[in-house]
C-alpha cells in the first residue's frame, strides 16, 4: 500500500493521503512523499489545480505522536529530531502556497492540530457538513504552536484563541462562518463539489491563476499602499502575457478564447 496516492483528470490531480490505520497522520514518511509530490505537480504543466484528501474515516489527525514518542531515548531527549520534524512540516505548508496550481482541501471525518493547518494552508477547502476541526493539543499538554500560525490567518483571533487554549472543536458550518474552509456540504456532494470547484478554476489560464497566487501570498502581507504598488506591476506584466491578449480579444469578440 502506497501512502499517497495520486489520480490525474481533466487537468486536475487529486493526492490521496493513505495512512487510514493513522487517520493519515502527518508522519515523517507523510510529510516527504506529500512534499515530493508537490514538487512534481509544480513542473507538470498538466495540471491545473490540486485537490488533497484522506483515505478512511478522516482527512487527517495532525502529527504522528507514536512516532514522535518514539524518540523520547534520544540523548536531548529528542529536542533535534522535534525541531526537524516542525521544519519539514513547516517547509511542507509553505510549498502547499508557493505552488503554481490552486490545492484544495477536500475535508471529512476530523481534521486536528496539523491536520487543521494543512486545511487553514490549502488555498481552498470543501468539507462535508460532519467534519470537525480542532487544534487540541493543549488537551494532552502540547500546545498548537505551529498550527496557530495558519489558523490566525483563516479565522478570528480571539476564536482561534479560544480553541487553542481549550481543545474545542468547531463544526463544518461553524467552520464555514468563520473562513475556514469555503464551504460544508452533504457528504454524498463531497466529491462532487470538490470536483465542480476544481474544475471551474482549470478552465482558467493557467499563467493567470499561477501570477495571481503568487501574487496573493506576497500581497497580503504588506501594508495597502505597498500592496497596489506590487499588484500594479504584477497586473502590467499580466497585461503582456500574449494569452491574456487573446482573452480579452475573445471577450470582446464574443467568442472563446484559444490560448496556447
Known sequence: MTILERSDAASVATLTMNAPARLNALSDAMIATLHHALDGIANDPAVR??????????????????????????????????KDLFDRCAALMARVQSLPQPVIAQVHGIATAAGCQLVAT?????????????????????????????LTRNIPRKVAFEML????????????????????????????????????????????VKIGKEAFYQQIQMPVADAYRFTGDVMVHNMLDQDTDEGINAFLEKRDPDWS
Do not use: W
Open 49 to 82: 489545480v490540486v485537490i488533497l484528501r484522506g483515505a478512511g474515516k478522516a482527512f487527517c489527525a495532525g502529527h504522528d505522536l507514536k512516532e514522535m514518542q518514539a524518540v523520547r531515548q534520544a540523548e536531548d531527549g529528542g529536542a533535534a529530531y522535534f
Open 165 to 208: 487554549t481549550t481543545g474545542r472543536f468547531i463544526n463544518a458550518r461553524e467552520a464555514q462562518d468563520l473562513g475556514l474552509i469555503n464551504r460544508a456540504v452533504h457528504s454524498d456532494a463531497l466529491e462532487r463539489e470538490t470536483q465542480e470547484l476544481a474544475q471551474s478554476i482549470a478552465t482558467k489560464l493557467p499563467s493567470a
Open 122 to 150: 490549502c488555498d481552498m477547502a470543501i468539507s462535508d457538513d460532519e467534519t470537525r476541526f480542532g487544534v487540541n493539543g493543549v488537551n494532552i499538554g502540547l500546545f498548537c504552536s505551529t498550527p496557530m500560525v495558519a
